[in-house]
T-cell receptor
Framework: GAVVSQHPSRVICKSGTSVKIECRSL??????MFWYRQFPKQSLMLMAT?????????EQGVEKDKFLINHASLTLSTLTVTSAHPEDSSFYIC???????????FGEGSWLTVV | AQTVTQSQPEMSVQEAETVTLSCTYD???????LFWYKQPPSRQMILVIR??????QNATENRFSVNFQKAAKSFSLKISDSQLGDAAMYFC??????????FGTGTRLKVLA
């Protein structure tokens, strides 16, 4: 079946630095990818929608200058957390829409810890 | 605004028994999809079952079935013959044509041996 891979699965970074998380569709092309954030014991909250070759669309309340999203190809979207702070520590999950249809596949998620 | 509500933060079921997880949603759309996802401790989102709103027939996947009541905007999940491996967080999700998911707050299912 279709696979969406995220890398890294876990990352620890120092406060004030930037960290990049990759989301790759391994065996299909994804016109659209989505980035979610999940705090401990909470639900997934959509952060932004990433379309290949265009600017991401951010949900209300999400700082676009802090969470930079790039979707440079049909198989790769990246989320860069800039000037990270401890409150940015969370589980980040991406999902990708298969170009052929209306199926969405989720990545395995990435744990970010900012110390 | 579109919302998804799961009123049961936690449920327990005896192994081999049946349990029903509740979900209600609010939307003015007529065409949408509803899903139940399972999230084990690994945090990987696993699709359990999906329902197209235009279909009146309730979806079924082996031991998992739904009771979809469109007029009432209700979408419950029934797990039959519960197994220890069913223990996880279960999220109800709504997806309109934009492909953006709106998730409920989740129900933690415990399966007792």
């Amino acid at each position: 079946g279709a696979v969406v891979s995220q890398h890294p699965s876990r990352v620890i970074c120092k406060s004030g630095t930037s960290v990049k998380i990759e989301c790759r569709s391994l065996d299909f092309q994804a016109t659209t990818m989505f980035w979610y954030r999940q705090f401990p014991k909470q639900s997934l909250m959509l952060m932004a929608t990433s379309n290949e070759g265009s600017k991401a669309t951010y949900e209300q309340g999400v700082e676009k200058d802090k969470f930079l999203i790039n979707h440079a190809s049909l198989t790769l979207s990246t989320l860069t957390v800039t000037s990270a702070h401890p409150e940015d520590s969370s589980f980040y999950i991406c999902s990708a829409r298969d170009l052929q249809g209306n199926t969405i596949y989720f990545g395995e998620g990435s744990w970010l810890t900012v110390v | 605004a579109q919302t998804v509500t799961q009123s049961q933060p936690e449920m327990s079921v005896q192994e081999a028994e049946t349990v029903t997880l509740s979900c209600t949603y609010d939307t003015s759309e007529s065409d949408y999809y509803l899903f139940w996802y399972k999230q084990p401790p690994s945090r990987q989102m696993i699709l359990v079952i999906r329902q197209e709103a235009y279909k009146q027939q309730n979806a079924t996947e082996n031991r998992f079935s739904v009771n979809f009541q469109k007029a009432a905007k209700s979408f419950s999940l029934k797990i039959s013959d519960s197994q220890l491996g069913d223990a996880a967080m279960y999220f109800c999700a709504y997806r309109p044509g934009t492909y953006k998911y709106i998730f409920g707050t989740g129900t933690r299912l415990k399966v007792l041996a």
